[in-house]
């Protein structure tokens, strides 16, 4: 069995829906480490604003599993 990447399991977390919430956050003035924090808070998943930051700037499908 493959690995499964973390940005596939916030996907899940966020009912598929993780590429939107990122987008909709960044169009709100939220900052990177803002979403990171909220991810944290919110979903207990824990990942840094340069992580953040490369899914805002690499859509899902073009992701290597």
């Keep these: 069995?493959?690995?499964?990447?973390?940005?596939?399991?916030?996907?899940?977390?966020?009912?598929?829906?993780?590429?939107?919430?990122?987008?909709?956050?960044?169009?709100?003035?939220?900052?990177?480490?803002?979403i990171a924090r909220w991810l944290d808070d919110e979903h207990d998943i824990r990942?840094?604003?340069e992580t953040v930051r490369a899914w805002c700037s690499t859509p899902a499908e073009d992701e290597v599993a």
């Design 47 to 49: 990942v840094t604003a």
């Design 1 to 34: 069995m493959g690995r499964t990447s973390i940005r596939t399991l916030a996907d899940r977390l966020l009912g598929g829906h993780l590429d939107d919430e990122l987008a909709r956050r960044r169009l709100a003035g939220d900052s990177l480490a803002d």
